[in-house]
């Protein structure tokens, strides 16, 4: 035991090394953790967050490879304990984000917050707890793309799903630890509403699977959902812009953060988006011509 405490503490020692001397170096920031979170599991140390990252990359990647080296298809008709992880899971994260939903979006009614360019402030301990639960859920997340590879569903598996799940993982980790409220309250609420409808899109997919003509007719708003979650990005674009120009007293490098990670994500969306609905659609039609 005092053997894998010395070799947990060497390999937290460095990671948290790491870590520290990337955003001295990259970002200018000395990171420091706040009294409301300290001492909350997982929140500590950047360690388990960068382990958790590590352990789903490389998942992934042994996931795709087995699924290549053996010439694997999407499975037909899942396995019995395979289609109740997908409902399990899918429920699960949709009453999870409903709950930090609401519960964000009334902590900051309560605690009189603007719609941008708010502080944190150390005190309002229960807004602080509900942005650590959105942190801790993005570990539920990943959870996304394992269901993908047990599931065979390599066309989903995009370097969008993945660089998006694993970032932002530890964004939040670095939010959570240094600044959990403030103007993170609208990057949370906004996610979490987001989440809601991606959830209950997932779940009700996977119940009417086997059901082609109900999908249709029930489940046609999959495009409006991306364009749900790109209109998420631009928000969240305009309110870093905007906390930028009048130097909102939230902490600067995290708004940099979210100004920069929310112009990734939407060139990522938008390339995902074209190629996936404008693209298919044109060649469809195309097919259409050729066989009138």
């Not at 000395?30 to 300290?38: C, D, F, I, S, V």
Request: aromatic share 16%; hydrophobic share 50%.
């Amino acid at each position: 035991m005092e053997m894998v405490e010395g070799v947990w503490r060497a390999l937290d020692t460095r990671v948290t090394q790491g870590v520290w001397n990337l955003l001295r170096n990259v970002m200018g920031v000395e990171l420091t953790g706040t009294p409301t979170t300290k001492g909350l599991p997982l929140i500590d140390s950047p360690t388990p967050i960068v382990l958790a990252m590590t352990l789903y990359l490389l998942c992934v990647v042994a996931g795709l490879l087995w699924i290549k080296a053996f010439n694997l298809k999407p499975r037909a008709q899942e396995p019995a304990p395979l289609q109740a992880l997908v409902l399990l899971h899918n429920l699960f994260c949709f009453f999870l984000s409903l709950y930090m939903c609401v519960g964000v979006v009334y902590q900051a009614i309560l605690n009189r917050y603007t719609l941008w360019g708010n502080a944190y402030n150390p005190k309002q301990t229960e807004m602080a707890i509900l942005v650590y639960m959105f942190y801790m859920s993005k570990y539920v997340e990943f959870m996304d793309t394992i269901i993908m590879v047990l599931k065979r569903n390599t066309r989903q598996i995009t370097f969008l799903h993945v660089y998006h799940h694993s970032s932002i993982a530890l964004i939040w980790w670095i939010i959570a630890y240094h600044a959990p409220g403030g103007e993170a309250y609208f990057s949370a609420a906004l996610n979490s509403g987001v989440h809601v409808f991606m959830y209950l899109y997932y779940f009700l997919a996977a119940v009417l699977r086997g059901n082609e003509k109900v999908r249709r007719k029930y489940l046609f708003w999959g495009k409006y959902l991306t364009q749900l979650q790109m209109f998420q990005f631009m928000l969240n674009l305009v309110q870093a812009y905007y906390d930028r120009k009048i130097h909102a007293p939230y902490p600067p490098f995290l708004i940099s953060i979210l100004f920069y990670y929310m112009i990734s994500l939407l060139v990522l969306f938008a390339n995902f988006y074209v190629h996936k609905y404008v693209m298919s659609s044109s060649k469809g039609n195309q097919k259409a011509k050729k066989a009138e």
